[in-house]
């Protein structure tokens, strides 16, 4: 009498069904719910990217470097002089980059301050050669600890960004 296969599915096969719904889970869920996590710190990150440059540009080319926050976007300009702007001069006139483009942000995103920063509508940084980085061209109102750029959406701070005023590090 020949034996009779019994049937049903192996070990290998129900594993492999068990990843695949964790993963669509893992992936599906908060999307459906509209918890989209990825947009903010894509926005962040870009934020960080941006600053990072100015800081570096400033050093590199011992200018100041004027970056100005407001909605989603990131404007960075250089002084084309040496020194620091006179009152009522402008601080910063010239693009920095290939194309001179303010960097923008997608998704809903924008940017709201933190600390010193709190009520202004744009926030401005400048960037000093020395790498320090203040809230006025004169170098007079350093960036403190208290000072933090928060990324918003939906009314939801959903990443914060702190820069060190006296090295210029933005983490």
């Known amino acids: 009498m020949a034996k009779r296969r019994q049937g049903g599915f192996t070990m290998v096969e129900l594993v492999t069904v068990i990843v695949l719904i964790g993963a669509l889970a893992a992936i599906g869920i908060p999307r459906l719910l509209g918890g989209d996590t990825i947009g903010p710190?894509?926005?962040?990150?870009?934020?960080?990217?941006?600053?990072?440059?100015?800081?570096k540009t400033a050093v590199a080319r011992r200018r100041l470097v004027c970056a100005t926050l407001e909605g989603q976007t990131v404007a960075l300009r250089i002084r084309q002089a040496s020194g620091l702007?006179?009152?009522?001069?402008?601080?910063?006139?010239?693009?920095?980059?290939?194309?001179?483009?303010?960097?923008?942000?997608?998704?809903?995103?924008?940017?709201?301050?933190?600390?010193?920063?709190a009520g202004a509508g744009?926030?401005?940084?400048?960037?000093?050669?020395?790498?320090?980085?203040?809230?006025?061209?004169?170098?007079?109102?350093?960036?403190?600890?208290?000072?933090?750029?928060r990324v918003v959406e939906g009314g939801a701070v959903r990443r914060t960004l702190r820069i060190e005023g006296s090295t210029g590090l933005v983490q």
Do not use: K, M, N
Request: one cysteine or more; charged letters at 15%; glycine letters at 18%.
């Open 41 to 55: 710190q894509v926005f962040g990150d870009q934020l960080t990217s941006a600053l990072r440059l100015a800081q």
């Open 85 to 117: 702007p006179d009152a009522g001069q402008a601080a910063c006139t010239l693009g920095i980059g290939v194309d001179d483009a303010d960097h923008t942000g997608s998704g809903g995103s924008t940017v709201a301050g933190g600390g010193g920063f």
């Open 122 to 149: 744009a926030i401005a940084l400048y960037f000093h050669p020395d790498g320090t980085v203040t809230r006025d061209a004169a170098g007079t109102l350093p960036v403190g600890p208290a000072d933090e750029i």
